[in-house]
């Protein structure tokens, strides 16, 4: 019988930080090898991210000409004709009656919101075709196009980073609430801690692969208005989605990895400071076994 089991049982060892190392690289490896299409996907994001910079820069003569088309879209046009929907749509939900019903003066006010509606849609279709010829000017890889493509994967970031925010308040406030009076005959203190990290932790990796999805649904339009050939629109597409799905599995990885890391190293100062009480214990049992008998 050894000493830990003459004390109370042996001492549970955690893998030392070199091992976990190893079997991190060797997890990756092994995921690499299974899932090629994936991993390539990724490694392409890594390299666009690294390589694609702001953009080509606008010469002047490419300046002047976006400037010049921007110029001749009509902002105030649209701010007019927004008005004049949203004043004839108040009026028509206003004389609307019960159950869908709708007698003469709600027909006349659903014309006009009609009519509003598709003066509205004119002018900014109108509005959006200048807009897409002066962003064919530019081009889709200038520093004009992939300024919108990165302010849009961003805003859908924020967003995911918002939801995922919100959603664990929620969810604390309603952990919260169930753990009173029960924290204390089920579950420690630290193990409602990691409840909740963990919590947190998928609220997030949901609010961006979220964000991811609804970037990459959206980046096609964004694209089309550019006006670009297919191959060069292809390729931005699959250069785009392809580092925005690296930033995001990366984002992910790092959380569950600090997430990890964190309890990894409080389980091993637990480790290590049983083994100090263990041993320090035996040490004086083995001090007073052999104490001599005139002592």
């Known amino acids: 019988m050894n000493q830990q089991q003459r004390h109370g049982g042996q001492i549970a060892r955690l893998p030392e930080p070199g091992d976990v190392g190893q079997l991190i690289v060797r997890g990756a490896k092994q995921f690499a090898q299974r899932h090629k299409f994936i991993t390539g996907g990724y490694l392409l994001g890594f390299v666009v991210m690294l390589f694609i910079g702001s953009g080509t820069q606008l010469t002047l003569?490419?300046?002047?000409?976006y400037s010049?088309?921007?110029d001749t879209i009509d902002l105030q046009a649209e701010y007019d004709a927004t008005s004049d929907y949203w004043q004839a749509r108040n009026a028509y939900q206003a004389t609307k009656g019960w159950f869908f019903s709708c007698d003469g003066l709600c027909q006349r006010n659903k014309r006009r919101m009609e009519e509003a509606e598709r003066v509205l849609t004119d002018i900014r279709q109108e509005g959006e075709a200048r807009m897409s010829d002066a962003k064919a000017i530019a081009g889709l890889t200038s520093e004009v196009g992939v300024g919108e493509?990165?302010?849009?994967?961003?805003?859908?970031?924020?967003?995911g980073k918002q939801f995922a925010k919100r959603q664990s308040m929620w969810d604390m406030m309603f952990m919260a609430f169930?753990?009173?009076?029960?924290?204390g005959r089920?579950?420690?203190?630290?193990?409602?801690?990691v409840k909740i990290a963990m919590n947190v932790l998928?609220?997030?990796?949901m609010g961006l692969a979220m964000a991811f999805v609804m970037f990459?649904?959206?980046?096609?339009?964004?694209?089309?208005?550019y006006q670009p050939n297919p191959i060069m629109a292809v390729l931005v597409f699959v250069g785009a989605s392809c580092a925005a799905f690296s930033f995001v599995a990366?984002?992910?990885?790092?959380?569950?990895g600090a997430a990890a890391g964190g309890v990894y190293g409080m389980a091993k100062l637990a480790e290590n400071q049983a083994r100090l009480q263990n041993g320090g214990g035996g040490g004086q049992r083995q001090r007073m076994q052999y104490r001599p008998h005139y002592d």
């Open 202 to 205: 998928i609220n997030f990796s």
């Open 149 to 159: 493509i990165k302010d849009s994967f961003w805003q859908y970031i924020t967003a």
């Open 68 to 70: 010049r088309i921007m």
């Open 186 to 193: 089920d579950e420690s203190t630290a193990e409602w801690i």
């Open 178 to 183: 169930r753990s009173i009076g029960q924290r």
């Open 61 to 65: 003569q490419q300046r002047n000409q």
């Open 216 to 225: 990459v649904i959206g980046l096609w339009s964004i694209i089309r208005s």
């Open 250 to 256: 990366t984002y992910i990885m790092a959380m569950f």
